[in-house]
């Protein structure tokens, strides 16, 4: 994800959960409420709600501040998934098995892992319940439950990934979808799309376009593709250095980009895509594709929605610099769940949970918070299956490189950074509570110039 530093999208799926409407999720597949293992205390100093990329982060961090037995991360997956190889997953390039590792053995050891799901919160009596009805307790608590996906909110979805010729690299269950048919198309319209919610790693929906026109060409089909991207915004990419060499692209590959078209119904037996146009709300349009990639609505998990610790959206509602919570001093958010004003990236983490733990320890000593979070957040664009565009910003969609050259070129050195170097990096480092994103690296590499 970003030079010295990080990964590209975000915080880890719920295996499963992707076919059911919101509400259900606490249901097994056959209708009984899934069965919480107790934790082993009903108190913690440190209670860290969820075990995606924050999570994880952040429990292994307060480990060595308070000690493992002091610490519990609320967590229902067995899986553990480093979702930035996906997009490699989508176009051929690596094998799914590779980005999932067992929860347990990510999980820093000598904290209490409890497989269970967060139900309701109670910031005002220092508690979080979970299924069961079983109450915990804490003192400090650290909100990391990620986002959401809705493929429901689209008419005719999920049940329309079971036909072929649509994918979406988002989900666990219909990424390798993608890599299938990429390989079967023959003809067409080859149509790619954003939808009109945030959304976690933003450059993604546009990678797998460029990876999917790259193996047409190589495997003589370029010409029979009619690749389309339509985007629910107004432009390309939301950094202007990186959107123009983006449009570059695009012109040179021959890519037609329709804005302010949202995806709202998938007619996957008659292989017919239906788009709202933004600019003319109820006006709809219907295509024909021979390939569909889906980026799904995202939002909240829905524990979120309506509860104190949110915003009248459902983000946590933190300090965009401190990370700590706006209005209770002893919870903290990190990653997609929040409200900050940045992309939802797993290289953003890795930025904030330096910050957040060092404002944490402060809080610990009755101490005001100092170090301030910039918005730092990163995104390899993968325009090729050896070349990526390396794109870091801040909160102000300015330009915030790690290296002394232009990164808004595509690179090689940079493509094998994404695709070998950060998934050793996640894996060994930034899970692990030793990287804090690449700002001393960048340090580093502008003093060498002076």
């Known amino acids: 994800m970003s030079a010295a530093g990080v990964v590209s999208s975000c ?31 009903d108190y913690y100093e440190v209670l860290v709600l969820g075990g995606g990329t924050g999570g994880i982060t952040m429990s292994a961090r307060m480990k060595r501040r308070v000690g493992a037995g002091n610490v519990a991360v609320v967590e229902p997956s067995k899986t553990h998934y480093y979702q930035p190889l996906w997009t490699l997953v989508g176009g051929g390039a690596k094998q799914l098995a590779t980005s999932a590792r067992p929860t347990e053995s990510v999980m820093p050891k000598g904290v209490e892992w409890i497989k269970s799901q967060v139900t309701a919160l109670d910031p005002d009596k220092n508690c979080v319940w979970l ?11 650290i909100i990391a439950l990620g986002i959401s ?59 797998i376009m460029y990876l999917s026109e790259a193996y047409w060409r190589k495997t003589g089909r370029r010409s029979k593709a009619n690749i389309m991207f339509n985007t629910s915004l107004g432009v390309i990419f939301g950094v202007k250095k990186y959107a123009d060499a983006l449009l570059e692209i695009i012109k040179e590959r021959n890519i037609a980009v329709n804005y302010k078209r949202n995806l709202v119904e998938v007619r996957a037996d008659k292989q017919e895509a239906v788009f709202e146009n933004l600019d003319k709300p109820g006006v709809t349009e219907v295509h024909q594709y021979e390939m569909l990639h889906v980026t799904p609505p995202m939002g909240p998990p829905d524990v979120l929605i309506n509860s104190p610790v949110s915003d009248a959206i459902g983000w946590v509602d933190v300090d965009k610099e401190t990370l700590q919570h706006k209005k209770y001093p002893n919870v903290f958010g990190i990653g997609d769940c929040t409200n900050l004003p940045t992309s939802k990236t797993a290289a953003a983490v890795a930025a904030q949970s330096g910050v957040l733990d060092k404002t944490i320890s402060l809080v610990m000593k009755n101490q005001l918070p100092t170090k301030k979070y910039d918005g730092y957040t990163s995104c390899p664009l993968v325009t090729g299956y050896n070349k990526v565009i390396l794109a870091e910003f801040d909160y102000d969609a300015q330009p915030l490189e790690t290296f002394p050259i232009d990164q808004s070129k595509e690179r090689v050195t940079m493509y094998h950074m994404k695709a070998d170097m950060m998934p050793f990096l996640y894996w060994n480092a930034l899970l692990k509570g030793y990287w804090g994103g690449p700002a001393p690296v960048r340090k580093l590499m502008h003093l060498g110039l002076k």
């Open 11 to 41: 915080s880890c799926l719920r295996p499963g959960v992707w076919l059911l409407k919101p509400g259900m999720q606490k249901m097994s597949p056959f209708g009984f409420h899934t069965a919480a293992r107790c934790a082993a205390k």
């Open 131 to 141: 299924e069961n009805d079983i109450k915990i307790s804490y003192k400090y608590l």
């Open 149 to 207: 996906l809705h493929y429901e909110k689209i008419k005719g979805l999920p049940e329309g990934f079971h036909h072929p010729k649509i994918g979406s690299n988002y989900s666990v269950h219909t990424v390798e979808k993608t890599w299938k048919a990429l390989q079967d198309f023959k003809e067409g319209n080859a149509i790619f799309t954003f939808p009109n919610t945030p959304v976690k790693c933003a450059g993604a929906p546009q990678k």
